[in-house]
């Protein structure tokens, strides 16, 4: 690909292709994208790229996961900045929750296909993110890290419409 | 419980308690609700009726199933004036899917348990909005309308903060 | 084999093996066969060359997703020219029941593997479609493009048998 | 009901309300419907008696499970004349890939919720229908003789519509 | 192997390895073995391979598909003549209960993984079997040849071991 | 019933009802009857009462679970007398198993619905018995206690064919 | 039984009966008994009443899931001075994973069938503790509260057998 | 990695890296680790060379199935000597029960994905151990041979702790 169109760049980590210049314009807006174990950057990756291709301002939040809460703590002001948080992870599924109970901004759960044994492919994070006892948590398929980004684009974007909306009635 | 507090008031369809007189403040935007069948109405009007207590403004769109698109293609403008949608679905759960292709709001689909046989207690529309191919859908437990319209009012909430910082910094 | 029988043809998309000059008679009445996504094409095709050789008229309906109505709604007056119809679909399966909706043809529903995470292998179009709202929809097996046809076939086999037992009577 | 609409009647085994009188114009062709227990008789009888109050001609072709093939063989001439067949079974749900083994017509499945421990609430018999070997086997939703009704009069209708045709044309 | 030990012969379909000269005294009994698709003849072969070992006489009836059911009623008295059956089925499972209607000998279902999309592997004829509501049928593990034979063989053991008292009693 | 025929007995614990002066000859062998927990006994107690009714000899083999091994081994020498098994297991299903290393009888695994949780109601124990890696386990379906008496009579039915052939020939 | 046995207490929450007087001599270590909802609080319930008829000293810790991390904080310094913990969650059963990234005590993870929709009666929960990535994390079935009050017994037992080796030897 | 770091072993059973001189200093106790088949091993060996870095002793009780119980009751002895049990097994996965009625330390159960058919991949091996009906056990997730150990050594870990205040107190 990259021999025909000389601006394609291919990220490794999220195998995605990015071709550059044909960005939509800036939304206002941070969006937050955690993950917890190394297996599951690719899914977290393909989520951060869809969204800098959408146009939208990303934090990275990498390596917190449940059981080292304190790195996760670590970052609670950073939790609290962002607009849309997409929330990744395999095996047990449990970050979503714990995350949630730390800031009120959607949180856009994605389950990884990471594990082995009773993960069942999947099946056991996406059960987990389901039955979240935390509230404003919602969930796509598993792997699905450019659905994730997607909907918090449509978030932002919507956002934005309404601003627009009211800097023009108040403005 | 209507005994107790006076101002509490009971609705039978939602199975939901309102307490008049503790909502609060009016949050800017519009969510529509939707649903197909009367079945999934209970499921519906918990989503609706905690929408109206967390104070949003609501439009329901009900008995939209996708046999019957003329129905659901008559209310094409009044879903492009939401900025958020709950879409409740049991059986097969197709109507997300659909719906997301008529708008690009986020939409929050909600699996009920209405069915039989092969709905496996709302598994099944569950996996459908799952593998929805439709941009910006994300899923919540299913017969979970409570969890809906958390969600959705948490991206109202987020809506109005980035609102409100931007009109200070244009206004 | 195409080196043994030299009227032997292979199809690269239905992975089907045609033998020329072998096909039954003309079968009456037009099969309509449907599918939304690329990655359906295979089990689309290999009910069409099936068809084709078991003698039935075919009308391709491809690229009809259910998130992008227009271009369904688009093929209305071809669907109901069709007197049975194959709908292919994968990932949530919801095709079916939206096509279902615009005919009253019989409709036999054929459910892929094409998907991930929650889409099972499968299993989770199958259960769209097993539990569609929409009348008049039968299913078979995941990938069972064959079988479809086969169905099909089996239909208007049928219907030439009685049309000729009333021609009889009435001619 | 019956106090109100004076030509209700309910008929107790198949849980069914027909009010007589309001039946559409018959439809050319039989329909034969088979199921082998008794406890498969609800279903069965709710396919009978919509077909009859859709104006299909139905033929009755019970007891005759696989474990006893004599009774089935007996009926080889009744089965073959019918047009369409509906072939309603729980337990192994071995009934339809043996019928569709007897006649070319094309054979809906019903698997029922009849059986206990492995049957899994009709799961096993709709998994062995949908993996039927025989041709022309398509299967509809556990316990949903209505469905299956509904696709057979699909079908008769649909041949009705061809015979009017071809009666035009050659007639 | 066959280098080492002379007396070792590998038969492709069983995947069996035979060593000539090993075999026990021959068992009073006949074992039929049926399976129906070509798919299934592996674990059928490897039932056969088995038995012969342990020195039972095995009669071979292949190709006798529920969907055709005059080859297998062609085999009624050969059937009747076999004092274990041991039927293999892949796909929907159904043989072992239509087989167990014509005979009263105890009846050993091997269901098989062969098959395609709603076959899971296999479980769709395990559960098949399971829920057999023919008497006289037991199921031992998917695509479990070896199992089925040793259960066989110690029906055919226990056999001689009570002939043996018995002819020691009357004789 | 026991109104109506003077001979009917209805049995508590098999939940059977017996009417004496009908069984069937005696057939020659012993068909032992283990179950571990009192929760077992109804289905341990229809597979007795069934196979009482076929005129065969039972040997009752109760209180021998697993993890108390003692008891079990304390019946070594009554299990070797038996020619046929029947192993009744709730919960973990793991008894079958032990029991078969302890005979070589052909052995009848019967899971029952008992347990909680994840024994998913009678799954768990179902899947142990069929990966049983024991020789010459063969299973029936969840609680069929009957089932599971029909096969061993027809085991001990054979035997006595086999038995009156040879002592014809040999005596 | 409370008027057979004088001593007997039956305690509501843990549908338990209590025996006074009857306890075995005190074990030494803290078994610390965590759960987050109300609905849990029978299976945690039933664990330490367990616990205490065999000796063990109890810490209770409720009230603390996931959604809330402060108020499972402020008990840091009571869960390093538990030998043992059993950790009881339903719904998402996310809090094992995150208790056990604060202590290194064996921790029993107790699943419960406290849910909805997508819990699948306990199932989601009990995956997700399987899958836990936290080191020292093992679990028993389903609202088993009295199994894993045993599994610690056994542990804190086993302390006392080597604490009083090594004290023979070293004191 | 064995040329970078001199002291490397790579254990081909295990698929452990094992880094000698880096071990932790001794703990207190006894580790019994118990399989059955030959392909268990990996699993097994994965929780000893985990053991063992950790400074445990480590006791291999290999080949005893419960299908030949002869072989595991010799081990009576040396099981009553260990203080903690790890017990690894697929297919039916019946050990873990057998093995805590001869002990009662705790016992930790690890099924693997060793088996066909209807093991699922490991899950009716874990059903099984989930559902055992033997006090003191408690299970890890599939092949988690390393979770078992870890969880082993934080029972010694924490026994030792206990032993070091009781002996200051004692001593």
């Known amino acids: 690909?990259?021999?025909?169109?000389?601006?394609?760049?291919?990220?490794?980590?999220?195998?995605?292709?990015?071709?550059?210049?044909h960005y939509q314009p800036k939304l206002d807006g941070l969006v937050g994208v955690l993950c917890a174990g190394t297996g599951d950057l690719p899914v977290a990756e393909e989520a951060v790229g869809t969204?800098?291709?959408?146009?939208?301002?990303?934090?990275?939040?990498?390596?917190?996961?449940?059981?080292?809460?304190h790195r996760l703590l670590a970052f609670r002001s950073t939790l609290r900045r962002c607009n849309v948080l997409i929330v990744v992870a395999g095996m047990e599924g449990a970050l979503p929750s714990v995350v949630a109970g730390l800031t009120d901004a959607p949180l856009i759960a994605v389950p990884t296909s990471v594990g082995y044994g009773a993960s069942l492919g999947g099946v056991a994070a996406l059960l987990t993110m389901l039955n979240s006892c935390a509230n404003g948590v919602a969930v796509v398929n598993i792997d699905n890290g450019f659905g994730a980004a997607a909907f918090a684009a449509a978030i932002l974007r919507n956002q934005n419409d309404i601003k627009e909306e009211t800097t023009d009635t108040h403005g």
């Open 51 to 69: 969204l800098e291709v959408m146009g939208a301002q990303v934090e990275r939040i990498y390596d917190v996961g449940v059981a080292g809460l």
């Open 1 to 21: 690909v990259q021999e025909k169109i000389s601006s394609a760049r291919y990220d490794e980590t999220s195998r995605l292709i990015h071709i550059e210049g």
